[in-house]
């Protein structure tokens, strides 16, 4: 008769801040609104989060996947997390609400244990893949934190636009010596800029593409390129001081940087011979491009090299970065297509615009299987390029959900879009 009543026992969703980049990643794809941030900490509402892990695959750092037993009355509030530095320790459950989480009583989220094969599974909604291509080499990731970054020095900084542009976009080479930092095309690197925010405490990290492959930003060096922009302007166009973009482009030969990373486990590129790429950016989006086919031209007569075709979006020629270079390419190696919005005296055109023209070529790709798609840039190009892909499949007649489900499974659809 007088049986303590069962406690609800919550298996919460967090997200640990002395991993977690900030790159907005997760909020973008909670598909329930359960993810918010502030200045400080991305933070998870236990009151809305349904533990569906639609979230979890596409963390770089896989600060996301964290949970914690607690007493549903006493989950950690949306206020509470917005104030930690560090996870809290695990608490002991009262004895009667761990009986409840064994069985007893049925335990809520998640609706799949943390794992990469149960959330592709809950992720069918996301654009691309939450695997990598599946003749990709192993990542390593996470292997410099907040708490032990790596030292850098910068080897290199200079300018890849027009002078007389807006657009100031740097190539910054950064040499780590002796330490080793291992990395693959597609992945990417967080920066630790020096100094405190408006509350003062120590800037969070930024992340940034490596513009360069494998081998080093020269070949057999352990050394790695970004390519970097720097804010003068918000999104609306306001006056703003891009914290760590004007630190990095006003570097100096000898200087040295704070890094974490490397990120990154699915936006990586296939190894096997007679793979295809197709790459579409816009803007600073072409970082990992640039890996991925200079990857690709260090192969050259040594490995079978698929098709190379690329579509990248600036407002001008002078406005796209590495445009001398990247035009000296040899073009029987990579088919390029420039999309520019902003040319005096030619229309405007984005990417999503030249797919449709070259619909012919993007089809024949499509329709091999050893093609792989990344994207990478400006958010707005995302629902774009997919309905161009749409557009190109349903002309031929066949059906686009159906290859765009393979394309997801198989780890040959990528998307980093900020
Ligand atoms: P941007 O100069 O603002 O834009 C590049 C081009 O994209 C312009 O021609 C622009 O046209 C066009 N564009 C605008 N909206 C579009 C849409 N909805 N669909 C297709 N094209 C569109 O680019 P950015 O400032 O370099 O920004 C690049 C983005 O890449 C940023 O969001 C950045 O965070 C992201 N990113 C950077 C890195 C990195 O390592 N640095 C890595 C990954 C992603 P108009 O403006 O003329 O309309």
């Given at each position: 008769m007088n049986a303590p009543l069962p406690v609800e026992v919550l298996k919460q969703h967090l997200i640990d801040p002395e991993i977690c980049i900030r790159c907005n990643t997760c909020e973008e794809t909670c598909p329930v609104d359960a993810i918010t941030h502030d200045s400080n900490n991305y933070v998870?509402?236990?009151?809305?989060?349904?533990?569906?892990?639609?979230?979890?695959?596409?963390?770089?750092?896989?600060?996301?996947d964290n949970w914690r037993l607690v007493v549903r009355a006493e989950a950690y509030s949306v206020q509470d997390q917005l104030g930690w530095e560090e996870l809290p320790q695990d608490k002991p459950l009262p004895v009667d609400a761990a009986a409840a989480g064994?069985?007893?009583?049925?335990?809520?989220?998640?609706?799949?244990?943390?794992?990469?094969?149960?959330?592709?599974?809950?992720?069918?909604?996301?654009p691309g893949a939450a695997v990598p291509p599946w003749s990709a080499a192993h990542p390593y990731v996470n292997l410099y934190t907040h708490k032990t970054p790596i030292t850098a020095t910068v080897v290199?900084?200079?300018?890849?636009?027009?002078?007389?542009?807006?657009?100031?976009?740097?190539?910054?080479?950064?040499?780590?010596?002796?330490?080793?930092?291992?990395?693959?095309?597609?992945?990417?690197?967080?920066?630790?800029?020096p100094g405190v925010d408006a509350q003062g405490r120590p800037h969070h990290a930024r992340q940034y593409s490596l513009a360069s492959p494998r081998d080093g930003e020269r070949a057999g060096y352990n050394n790695l390129s970004l390519t970097v922009k720097r804010v003068t302007q918000d999104h609306g166009g306001?006056?703003?001081?891009?914290?760590?973009?004007?630190?990095?482009?006003?570097?100096?030969?000898?200087?040295?940087?704070?890094?974490i990373g490397?990120?990154?486990?699915?936006?990586?590129?296939?190894?096997?011979?007679?793979?295809?790429?197709?790459?579409?950016?816009?803007?600073?989006?072409?970082?990992?491009?640039?890996?991925?086919?200079?990857?690709?031209?260090?192969?050259?007569?040594?490995?079978?090299?698929?098709?190379?075709?690329?579509?990248f979006g600036a407002r001008?020629?002078?406005?796209?970065?590495?445009?001398?270079?990247?035009?000296?390419l040899p073009r029987d190696f990579i088919d390029i297509n420039l999309a520019l919005s902003r040319e005096p005296g030619q229309?405007?055109?984005?990417?999503q615009d030249l797919i449709r023209e070259r619909a012919a070529h993007v089809r024949g790709l499509l329709a091999d299987r050893n093609t792989c798609i990344y994207v990478c840039g400006l958010k707005g190009m995302e629902v774009g390029?997919?309905?161009?892909?749409?557009?190109?499949?349903?002309?031929?007649?066949?059906?686009?959900?159906?290859?765009?489900?393979?394309?997801?499974?198989e780890g040959r659809l990528h998307f980093e879009t900020y």
């Open positions: 998870v509402d236990p009151e809305i989060c349904n533990g569906c892990m639609a979230c979890v695959p596409p963390c770089p750092t896989g600060s996301i064994e069985g007893g009583q049925p335990m809520p989220a998640p609706q799949a244990e943390s794992g990469l094969a149960q959330a592709v599974a809950v992720t069918a909604a996301a290199g900084n200079y300018r890849v636009t027009g002078v007389d542009t807006e657009s100031d976009i740097h190539h910054i080479v950064l040499d780590f010596g002796e330490q080793p930092f291992p990395v693959l095309e597609g992945q990417s690197i967080g920066i630790l800029p306001a006056a703003a001081h891009g914290v760590c973009s004007n630190y990095l482009c006003d570097l100096a030969k000898n200087d040295t940087v704070q890094v490397p990120f990154g486990h699915t936006f990586l590129m296939p190894n096997h011979p007679q793979a295809n790429l197709i790459m579409i950016c816009t803007g600073t989006g072409s970082a990992p491009m640039r890996a991925m086919t200079e990857r690709s031209r260090r192969l050259i007569g040594t490995a079978d090299i698929g098709k190379l075709m690329l579509f001008t020629e002078r406005e796209l970065p590495y445009f001398g270079p990247l035009m000296k229309p405007k055109r984005y990417v390029v997919l309905d161009a892909l749409r557009d190109v499949v349903v002309q031929s007649g066949e059906d686009w959900s159906i290859l765009h489900d393979a394309l997801r499974r």
